[in-house]
C-alpha cells in the first residue's frame, strides 16, 4: 500500500460509532495502537527464527511475507477467540452462509488495515530494509472463487465481522483456482493456479474436526421392529472433509469471524482390502480420486466425469457444513428442536441446494425425528439467495446420476416432491403449472431441478436487485410467486468499502478521510459529505490528482503484463468481469471497431484519446467467450499499431483478471462499461466498486444499474438502450430482426463486415464467421445489434462531456457521495432483520 494511506492516522477510526444502524463496530479496548515498533521487531524476528528456521539477515522477500503474516495472526487468533468466547457465553443464533466460492483475495493488506496496525508495520519493516508494498506482492491471490458470486460472499462475511454479526462462511478448499489465464497469439490459455503451492499461511488446519463423508453405495429396503419402512444406505465409500479455518477480521478488530473450508482426503491413506487383494495401483488411484474433490474449482462439466464431479462437490460442501453447524448446536447444549431457533443457513445460489435433502436426512436418519416436524424446521432454517435470469443457467441434475451419487438423498426427494404436488393438487388443478412447479422435470432422462428445490425448502427466496427480484417473480418463476408470495423479497447486493476503498484507493480514502472524517468506514452513508463540495475547485484538483496518479500506475502496470504503452491523459473506458455473451464484450468491442473505422476511412478526429481496457475469464468449455477474447486482442493488434490512429485510440485486454488486480483497475477507472444485455444481470456488483472509485457509468437499465440510476442522478450517469421489458415484447412479438438492422443500418453493417473480413486476422479467415453468423442469422439473443445505435451515441456524448473535465469531475465525485447505499453493511443487515432474525453481538 502506499505511504499516503490517509492525512490521518488510520488507527484514529477505531473508537468512531456510525449513526444509520446505531452499530458499534470498535472500541477503545480493541485499539492496537500500544503496539510498537519494537514490539512488531520482536514478532518478525521471533518467526523468521522460529517459525522458518531462518536469521533476519537470511530472509528473502518470500520469508518475510511469511514472518509477517504469521506475526498478524498471532492477533487475529486471539480476537477469533475473544470472539468465538463472546458468541458462546450469549448463547446466540448464528447465521452460517453455504457458498461454492470464497472470492477473498489477498489477506495480508486487508487484516492489516482492519487491525489498524498498517502504520506500526510499515516503519517496522523499513527498519528491516524491506517494503511493505513488496511484501504484499509476494502473497498469492486466495483462488477460491471465480467471480460476483465469490466476492459478494466475502464482502458478505467482511460486513459480518465488522458488524459483530454471529457468522460464518462454509466453502472448499480448493488447491487449484479456475485457472491462471494467459493470453498466446490473442487465445486465451488456461494454466493451473496452484494458489496453495506454498502453505498460506492464514488458514489453520483442524484435522480433530474433520467430517466423515459418504458417497455412492446402494439403498437395501428394510423395516424396523415397528414394521415401518426403514431404508438403509450401505456400501458408500468414505471421504474425509478436513476443515481449514480463513480467520475474517472486522473492521477495527473487535470482532474476528471464519470462513470455514474443506479439503478432501481419502478415508485412509489408501484402500487396505484392495492393497491386500494386490491391486497396489487401484488403491493408491482410489486415494487420489476421494482428494480430487477439492482438487479445483469448477472442473468441466462438458463430460460426465466432470458432472459426477461437480456433484461430489456440492454434496461434499454441504454434508461436511451441516454436520459441523449440528456438532457445534450439540456443543452448546441446545435441543435438537432447537435447530431453526439457534442457526440460520443461506444458500447462496442453487450449488449448495441439496443441504436442504441433507439436513432432512439427518433429522429422519440420524434423531427419528417425524416427517412433518423436520420438514418445519427444515424450511425454517434455510434461506435462497437466486443469482440468475437465465433459465439455462439453474442448475439441473439427472436422476441416474443423483442415484449414483447419494441414493438416499434421492428417494428423500422423491418424498419432498410428492407431498409438494399433493399440497398444488388442493390449489390448482392444471397439470401443466405443477409441471412448471415440480422439483422432477420429465423427459427422457428425468432431472432434479435445484432452484425448486432451494425454493420449495426455504422459508426466503430472494433476489439481489430490485429488477432483479421483479424479474424473478414475473418472468422465472411466477408460479411460485403466485404460491408464495409471503417468500419473495429484495436484498440489494452491496461491497464493503473497507476493501475496495480504504484499502485499493488509499489516496482517495485520505482525502475523503481529511475532508469528511473517518466515519465512512463503516457507515458508508457518511459519503454524502462530499455533496457539499463536489464543485470546489481546489478538492477537485486534489481528487483529479488522484484519479491521474492512479491511471499512471495502471498504464505502468499495463506495460509491464503486455508490452503496449499508454496515454494515461487518455480516457479510461473499462469493461473488466467474466467474459459472457449477455455482459456484452462483444458490443463494446464492436463500437471500438466503429471508432476505429470512424478516424481510418471517415478521417475523424475523436473530441479526446480514449483508452479502452479489457479483462476477464471465459469458462474454457464456452467457446464463443473465448473467441470474443480472441477477437478482442486481434483487434487491438491491429489499432494499437495502425499510425493513421494517431494515438486516439488504444485498447488493452490485461490477463487473469483477479482481486487484486481489480483492486488496480477500478481506481483508475473514469468510464464503467456495465452494459449487459437489460434483463440479463441479476445485479452486478463491479459497478458499485467503480462508482465509489470515483467513475461514472455507461450502462443499461439492468441489474443494479437502476438503483445506482436513481441514488447517482440521471446527470451523473449515461444510460442506454432498450429495457428489459421492451426487449422482451421485441423477441414475443417477433420484431426483432437482427438481418434488417445490419442491412438497413451502414454503421453496423460496415462493422461487421469489417470483423468478418481478414481486416482483423489476415492469418486465420473466416475465424469471426460464427460471432458474425450469431449476430446477424442468428436471434441475437442478447440483442446487440438493437442496442448498437444507442450505445455508440452515448459513448460519444460521454467523450464530449469529459472534455469538459470540472463538470467531470463533479459527476465523478458525487458518484462517490451517492454510493453509501451500496455497501454491503446495509446488505447484511438487512438479511440479518428480514431473513436471518440475528442481531449484533457486542
Known amino acids: 500500500m502506499p505511504s499516503n494511506l490517509s492525512s490521518r492516522d488510520i488507527s484514529e477510526t477505531a473508537n468512531q460509532t456510525s449513526d444509520p444502524m446505531n452499530v458499534t463496530v470498535a472500541h477503545e479496548s480493541d485499539s492496537n495502537n500500544d503496539m510498537s515498533v519494537e514490539d512488531v521487531l520482536k514478532l518478525i524476528r521471533y518467526h523468521l527464527k522460529y517459525s522458518l528456521g531462518l536469521n533476519p539477515e537470511e530472509a528473502k522477500l518470500c520469508h518475510m511475507y511469511q514472518a509477517v503474516a504469521l506475526a498478524i495472526r498471532e492477533k487475529v487468533i486471539d480476537r477469533q477467540l475473544e470472539t468465538e468466547k463472546r458468541f458462546n457465553g450469549k448463547k446466540v443464533k448464528r447465521v452460517h452462509y453455504l457458498s461454492l466460492e470464497f472470492l477473498v483475495g489477498r489477506s495480508l493488506v486487508n487484516n492489516l488495515c482492519n487491525l489498524n496496525l498498517y502504520p506500526v508495520y510499515k516503519e517496522a519493516l523499513q527498519k528491516l530494509n524491506f517494503d511493505l508494498g513488496e511484501i504484499e506482492d509476494a502473497e498469492h491471490d486466495a483462488a477460491l472463487g471465480n467471480g460476483g458470486l465469490g466476492r ?21 478448499n480448493y488447491e ?14 488456461e494454466l493451473p493456479d496452484n494458489w496453495l503451492r506454498e502453505k498460506t499461511p492464514w488458514q489453520i488446519e483442524r484435522i480433530d474436526e474433520a467430517i466423515l463423508v459418504p458417497v455412492y453405495g446402494s439403498i437395501q429396503h428394510e423395516s424396523d421392529r415397528g414394521g415401518n419402512y426403514n431404508p438403509m444406505w450401505l456400501d458408500w465409500q468414505l471421504v474425509v472433509g478436513v476443515p481449514h479455518d480463513m480467520p475474517v477480521v472486522g473492521y477495527g478488530g473487535h470482532t474476528v469471524t471464519t470462513i470455514r473450508l474443506y479439503t478432501a482426503r481419502a478415508s485412509s491413506e489408501f484402500n487396505m482390502k484392495i492393497f491386500n487383494q494386490g491391486d497396489y495401483f487401484d488403491a493408491v488411484n482410489h486415494k487420489i480420486l476421494s482428494e480430487t474433490i477439492s482438487k479445483v474449482l469448477y472442473p468441466a462439466d462438458s463430460f460426465a466425469a466432470g458432472r459426477e464431479l461437480r456433484l461430489v462437490q456440492e454434496y461434499f460442501l454441504v454434508a461436511c457444513s451441516l454436520r459441523d453447524i449440528i456438532r457445534k448446536h450439540e456443543r452448546s447444549g441446545s435441543s435438537i428442536f432447537d435447530f431453526p431457533l439457534k442457526n440460520a443457513l443461506q444458500l447462496n445460489d442453487t450449488h449448495p441446494a441439496l443441504a436442504v435433502v441433507e439436513l432432512m436426512r439427518i433429522f429422519i436418519d440420524e434423531y427419528d425425528i417425524p416427517w412433518d416436524k423436520s420438514w418445519d424446521m427444515t424450511v425454517a432454517t434455510f434461506g435462497y439467495t437466486n443469482h440468475t435470469l437465465l433459465p439455462e443457467a439453474l442448475e439441473k441434475w439427472s436422476i441416474p446420476l443423483i442415484e449414483k451419487v447419494i441414493p438416499r438423498h434421492l428417494q428423500l426427494i422423491y418424498e419432498i416432491n410428492r407431498r409438494f404436488i399433493a399440497q398444488l ?33 426455504s422459508h426466503s427466496v430472494n433476489g439481489v436487485a430490485k429488477l432483479h427480484s421483479e424479474l424473478i417473480k414475473k418472468n422465472l418463476i411466477p408460479d411460485f410467486y403466485a404460491l408464495w408470495p409471503e417468500k419473495f423479497n429484495n436484498k440489494t447486493n452491496g461491497i464493503t468499502q473497507r476493501r475496495w476503498l480504504l484499502v485499493s484507493n488509499p489516496q482517495l480514502a485520505g482525502l475523503i478521510t481529511e475532508t469528511i472524517g473517518e466515519k465512512w468506514i463503516y457507515s458508508l452513508d457518511h459519503l454524502k459529505g462530499l455533496e457539499a463540495i463536489a464543485d470546489d475547485i481546489p478538492f477537485q484538483e486534489k481528487f483529479r490528482k488522484i484519479k491521474q496518479d492512479n491511471k499512471n500506475k495502471l498504464a505502468a502496470l499495463i506495460k509491464e503484463e503486455t508490452y503496449y504503452s499508454v496515454d494515461p491523459e487518455s480516457l479510461f473506458d473499462v469493461q473488466v468481469k467474466r467474459i459472457h455473451e449477455y455482459k456484452r464484450q462483444l458490443l463494446n468491442i464492436l463500437h471500438v471497431i466503429h471508432q476505429y473505422l470512424t478516424i481510418v476511412e471517415d478521417n ?99 441489474g443494479a444499474n437502476i438503483e445506482i440510476k436513481e441514488e447517482v442522478g440521471d446527470e451523473n450517469i449515461f444510460i442506454f438502450g432498450a429495457t428489459a421489458s421492451e426487449i422482451q415484447s421485441a423477441f414475443a412479438k417477433g420484431l426483432y430482426k437482427p438481418w434488417d438492422h445490419y442491412n438497413k443500418n451502414i454503421h453496423i453493417r460496415r462493422v461487421l463486415d469489417a470483423m468478418n473480413s481478414s481486416m482483423f486476422n489476415t492469418d ?63 446488505t447484511i443487515m438487512e438479511y440479518a432483520q428480514d431473513i436471518w432474525g440475528v442481531e449484533q453481538v457486542e
Open 764 to 826: 486465420e479467415p473466416n475465424i469471426f464467421k460464427p460471432l458474425f453468423d450469431t449476430l446477424v442469422y442468428s436471434a441475437d439473443q442478447y440483442y446487440h445489434l438493437g442496442d448498437f445505435s444507442s450505445y455508440a451515441e452515448t459513448q460519444t456524448k460521454a467523450l464530449r462531456e469529459y472534455t469538459h473535465k470540472n463538470n467531470w469531475t463533479n459527476k465523478a465525485i458525487l458518484n462517490v457521495a451517492r454510493s453509501g447505499y451500496f455497501s454491503s453493511d446495509r
Open 425 to 457: 393438487n388442493q390449489k390448482w388443478l392444471s397439470g401443466e403449472r405443477q409441471q412448471q412447479l415440480s422439483i422432477i422435470e420429465e423427459g427422457e432422462t428425468k432431472q432434479i431441478r435445484m432452484a425448486n428445490l432451494a425454493i420449495v425448502g
Open 176 to 189: 487449484f483456482g479456475l485457472f491462471q489465464q494467459k493470453i498466446n497469439n490473442g487465445y486465451q490459455q
Open 152 to 172: 459478494l460472499a466475502a464482502c458478505f462475511v467482511d460486513s459480518m465481522a465488522t458488524l459483530s454479526i454471529p457468522g460464518y462462511g462454509y466453502g472448499i
Open 604 to 702: 475523424l478526429d475523436l473530441p479526446w484519446p480514449k483508452t479502452y481496457i479489457f479483462a476477464g475469464k471465459a469458462a474454457p468449455g464456452y467457446q464463443m467467450a473465448k473467441l470474443i477474447i480472441k477477437l478482442i486482442n486481434s483487434v487491438a493488434e491491429v489499432i494499437n499499431h495502425d499510425s493513421r490512429v494517431k494515438n486516439q485510440l488504444k485498447v488493452i485486454f490485461i490477463p487473469d483478471y483477479r482481486v487484486t488486480l481489480a483492486e488496480k483497475i477500478i481506481p483508475a477507472t473514469e468510464l464503467s462499461e456495465q452494459i449487459s444485455t437489460a434483463g440479463k444481470e441479476a445485479s452486478g456488483t463491479s459497478n458499485m466498486k467503480f462508482i465509489l472509485n470515483g467513475a461514472v457509468t455507461i450502462g443499461t437499465l439492468d
